[in-house]
Each structure stands twice: as C-alpha cells, then as structure tokens.
C-alpha cells in the first residue's frame, strides 16, 4: 500500500513497463487485507493521463 486518502481510498503509485497481471493480483489482495473498497493505481511511465489510472471497487 503506497498511500491512504480519508481512510478509504487507496493509491497504488509505480513506474512501470506496463500494466500486468501481477500488479492486479497484488492490488485486489491489498484492498481484501485492507478491508477497503477503492483502490487506484497509478503508473507514471505512460504518455497519456488517462491511460495512468485504473481503478478497481471491491
């Protein structure tokens, strides 16, 4: 977990290649163990903003 926002939103920050299937896993096992519903991740190493975020509700 990178960041929590008003204890209820969880930011995932990276700089990667791409986004992978690892990086889903990890984010849906974070927001199970966190017990939040909202998570967003962010991945700086893309050209356009709105291919940056992705956002996952449990």
Known sequence: MDLLV???VVLELKIA???LPIHEGQILTYLKFANKELRLFINY???LFKNRIKRYRV
Do not use: G
């Open 17 to 19: 290649e791409a986004f």
């Open 45 to 47: 190493n893309v050209s």
């Open 6 to 8: 008003q204890n209820c």
